[in-house]
């Protein structure tokens, strides 16, 4: 028996209004076997960075050919472009203003399709609610197998956004800077182990120090390696330099925000 397709859902939707729900029975009523699975619905309201980096650390956890809708889409009604992406091993389908930009980089192979065929589309299709009208269905009736060329035709002129990149101004210096608070206040850098481990190669003996908005935030192992309510850093889950207070909020305890800056001295 074939395995149920999966297709994910992110949006900044929330769960008070019924726009979720709506989705899901959109992509149910084209295919019952869709196994839906909410990835998100609390990005922050038109956050496209947010959402694509919530995509970019969270989808190869998800079966090959899993169906990846992103609704996070201020330009809804305009003349931005509703795209469906194929890579190697999995698809999106969202608005094109750049929330793909991570799934670009990181693809082998990379086929952007701009969607035109309506007859996939909610009959009567609306100006404000593409998540029901346009994404949903397309990603159901992909999930029936319908060949992507059926969607529209490529394009190579697809919206990418600057992502920020850690930079090294000195051979002891890496400067990066804040880019997700997740609910506990713990907030994840643009810094990854990788990067670090570069830094500080040849380097034997010196330790590394982080400092945001003058603060030191010793390293630590894991959470409750740091016993008091100050600030420290460690390496997460997803291999990035990430800030916390154990058993508090950091963003809010030490007035942090996406954008500082945040710098790695090997002392």
């Not at 998540?131 to 002129?157: C, M, Q």
């Not at 889950?237 to 508090?248: A, P, W």
Request: charged residues 15%.
């Amino acid at each position: 028996m074939d395995q149920r397709p999966v297709i994910t859902l992110t949006t900044d939707f929330g769960y008070k209004d019924p726009f979720v729900g709506i989705m899901k029975g959109v992509i149910l009523n084209i295919n019952p076997l869709a196994n839906i699975i909410d990835l998100t619905h609390g990005i922050s309201p038109q956050n496209i960075m947010e959402a694509a980096f919530a995509l970019e650390t969270s989808f190869k956890y998800f079966p090959y050919k899993a169906i990846n809708v992103v609704v996070v889409d201020p330009g809804v009604g305009s003349i931005r472009k509703p795209i469906l992406v194929a890579t190697d091993r999995h698809y999106f389908v969202g608005p094109d203003n750049g929330v793909f930009t991570s799934i670009y980089a990181l693809a082998e192979s990379v086929q952007v399709i701009h969607i035109t065929s309506e007859h996939y589309f909610l009959p009567g299709k609306g100006a404000t609610f593409h998540g029901r009208d346009v994404f949903a269905p397309v990603a159901a009736w992909l999930s029936k197998g319908i060949d992507i060329l059926n969607f529209g035709e490529p394009i190579t002129d697809y919206v990418t956004l600057p992502i920020p990149v850690p930079a090294s101004p000195s051979k002891n210096i890496l400067e990066g800077e804040v880019i997700y608070i997740d609910r506990f206040g713990n907030l994840t850098t643009n810094i990854h182990h990788l990067k670090m481990d570069e830094f500080t190669f040849g380097n034997t003996g010196k330790q590394p120090k982080i400092i945001i908005n003058g603060k030191e935030a010793p390293l630590k192992n894991f959470f409750s390696e740091a016993t008091d309510g100050g600030l420290y850093s460690l390496i997460n889950s997803f291999g990035y330099l990430e800030l916390f207070v154990n058993s508090g909020n950091a963003a809010l305890i030490f007035g942090l925000d996406v954008g500082n800056k945040v710098v790695v001295v090997l002392t």
